[in-house]
Every structure is written in C-alpha cells, then in structure tokens.
C-alpha cells in the first residue's frame, strides 16, 4: 500500500482544522498549511492598499504578485503555531483583525483570487509530507490526496469554541453574536459559485462536537496506519 504524504483537511469555520491539522502534522514529521491564512493575506494588504473587495482586477493582481510564506513555529509552551510572511514582512498578528473579517468572504469568493491562491497551494504541496487545511483542498487543490477528511461539528459547539478563544481579546464578542457570524460564514462559504465549501467524493467526515482535539488527532492516525 502506497504511504500516505498527502493530507487534505476541509471544514466550516471552527471544526478544529487548525488545531487539528498542526498536531497531525508534528506527529508525522510532515509540514503544515492553513491556506485560510493566504486568503486573509490577500484580504490585508488589500486593505493596506485601499483596494476594495468590489474592484476585482486590482484584487486578482495583487493575489497574482505578492510572495507569501508560511512557516511553522513552536511557542515556549510547547503549543506549535503558524506565522505568514508577505514579501518578507511578518502579517500574522493583522490576519484575525476585524478589517479582514470584515471583508476575507468576500475576497476569498473572487475567482482568479482562489485561482492564484491554488497555484500557490499546490507548489507547496508537490514534494508531498503535508497537511494542508481549508475549505476546498480535496476538491479543488488537492483532489488526489492520499488521505481526505472532512471535519465538522454542531453550530453551537464552534461558536463556543471561537467563544473561548477570543475571551480576553480584541475579538472577544457575546456568544449569539458569534453564533450569528458563523451562520453568515457558513452561508458564503457553501453557497459560493467558486470551490464552495463540501463533502468531497472520497472524504471522511468526523463529526468533532463531542471529541477532542486529541482524540480527533488519534482517529485520523489510525487512518493513515491502518
């Protein structure tokens, strides 16, 4: 049986794909991409540009032009982390910013947006040993993964999820008003045209509502060894 080197995680916004996907990845040995990540990049220097989402051309050449890079670090704690470089310069801590929350669906919707983003993907990919988490990675980016999952869970438990997360931050917000974000989320990403969000053919879905990061990670190993 040919080993599994490719790993592609899809999923709705806090289905622990991150989470999940950086554990899986530190115990093969393997690298880790969030493309979520290189979308948000795009949505901030579009922001830093003063180019809105609704003019699309100029947003599709900026997607087309700048150099991003992601790398993988570990935290004094232990806990294993990712940072984005854009041409050079360290933008992780604007990628959660409320500007680009405001705008990445819309960004991230825009065709030759993901068409440049894909292309980068999968030179990323192409020596294999990789996680790569989103929200189309078996179906568009990666459709010949060896291993492809599917993580979801109940509205309510990723709301609490994001909840906890943000609690003491300037993103933290009452939990109905992240519920509600989730929902509008969810909507964009599976109604729209481009690579909307889905089940692929050959995916195995995990519902992760009752389970544990931990116990999620040991589940899907056990795939890949079995």
């Known amino acids: 049986m040919k080993p599994t080197s490719t790993i592609a995680i899809d ?27 290189m979308y948000r990049a795009v949505t901030w220097v579009a922001i830093q540009k003063n180019v809105d989402a609704s003019d699309r051309q100029n947003v599709i050449m900026l997607a087309k ?14 806990t294993e982390s990712t940072y984005m470089l854009v041409d050079g310069s360290d933008i992780t801590e604007h990628l959660r910013s409320p500007k680009v929350e405001v705008s990445v669906s819309a960004i991230s919707s825009i065709t030759g947006v993901r068409a440049a983003m894909v292309e980068q993907q999968r030179k990323m990919a192409k020596d294999g040993k990789i996680v790569m988490v989103g929200r189309d990675i078996a179906s568009v980016v990666l459709p010949t993964a060896d291993l492809k ?8 438990k990723r ?4 909840y906890e997360e943000n609690i003491g931050t300037s993103k933290s917000k009452p939990l109905n008003e992240i519920l509600a974000d989730l929902s509008t989320r969810d909507s964009l990403d599976t109604e729209r045209e481009d690579s909307p969000l889905m089940v692929s053919q050959g995916s195995i879905l995990i519902d992760t509502t009752d389970m544990t990061k931990e116990k999620v990670v040991e589940y899907i190993i056990n795939l890949v060894r079995s």
């Open 159 to 162: 709301a609490k999820r994001r």
């Open 65 to 78: 032009t700048i150099n991003i890079e992601l790398k993988a670090n570990t935290e004094a704690n232990g």
């Open 11 to 37: 999923g709705p916004v806090a289905s622990g794909k991150t989470s999940v996907g950086m554990a899986l990845a530190k115990q093969l040995g393997f690298g880790f991409i969030d493309t979520g990540l």
């Open 149 to 156: 999952i599917f993580l979801t869970a109940s509205a309510a």
